[in-house]
């Protein structure tokens, strides 16, 4: 009980938090990104035989996150450096500029994983809330006026912190239930584009994919998750001094 209200009022204050602790750290950090979005998820249960168990719907949730990221090569920084690995890049400035267009990101990320369904007559649910973290390696293409194209891979470490399953007119706690507790291990990617408004902020607006690397089995059953999500964000970089 006590860590469904924890649940709960983590739910609430999250965004919140992170908010804050974005404006804290964006004066010192290179880059930040805080987005948010909706999650449509798909829960796949399949039996031993493989076969799809049908009656689930997707259905849809929130997501929230912060990223830090930094250049795998910051062309501008070889300029004012003088070591090996800068005197290198200066004389293969080809694989400098496309290096540069690479970034290299950590995210903590909020993720609500729902999906509905019925069976002989009988309705359930699933509420679950995730939170996460995200290595990604993020390509970026400019476009035209401080428009640019992002194109990122990502893998998602996550835990459940709160869920339930309601059927037949009762609630079940999914934290103790093995299909949902533990590691959640997600691959997947993230397309979007990439709006400039001012010398360090920028807007996105982006398409996200991420489905289970390995299903989680019990009762006769493997359960595989997959997300897809539309996510809008703000990026600070700091102006270098």
């Known amino acids: 009980m006590f860590a469904h209200l924890i649940a709960q009022a ?40 493989g076969k799809t168990l049908t009656g689930i719907k997707a259905g849809s949730g929130n997501i929230y996150s912060i990223q830090y990221q930094r250049k795998l090569v910051d062309t501008s920084a070889l300029l004012l450096k003088s070591s090996p690995q800068v005197i290198y890049f200066n004389q293969h400035p080809g694989l400098a500029k496309l290096l540069g267009k690479f970034n290299w990101g950590v995210e903590l990320n ?46 998602q470490i996550s835990w ?20 949902f507790n533990g590691i959640l291990g997600l691959g997947g990617y993230q397309v979007g584009l990439q709006q400039s408004i001012s010398e360090i902020m920028r807007i996105s607006m982006a398409y996200r994919r991420a489905s289970s690397l390995s299903s989680k089995e019990a009762q006769g059953t493997h359960l595989s998750i997959q997300a897809s999500s539309i996510v809008f964000g703000i990026t600070i970089q700091p102006l270098r001094k």
Do not use: C, E
């Open 10 to 49: 983590m739910k609430g204050k999250l965004a919140i938090w992170l908010f804050f602790l974005f404006v804290s750290v964006a004066a010192t950090a290179q880059q930040w990104s805080i987005q948010a979005g909706t999650n449509l998820t798909s829960f796949d249960f399949k039996n031993n035989a």
């Open 110 to 155: 909020l993720n609500q994983y729902n999906a509905v369904g019925d069976a002989a007559n009988v309705a359930y649910s699933y509420q679950t809330d995730y939170i996460g973290i995200s290595p990604s390696i993020q390509f970026t293409q400019k476009l035209y006026r401080g428009l640019s194209l992002q194109a990122t891979g990502l893998v």
């Open 160 to 179: 459940i912190i709160h869920g339930n399953q309601w059927v037949d007119n009762r609630y079940m706690d999914l934290i103790d239930d093995v299909q």
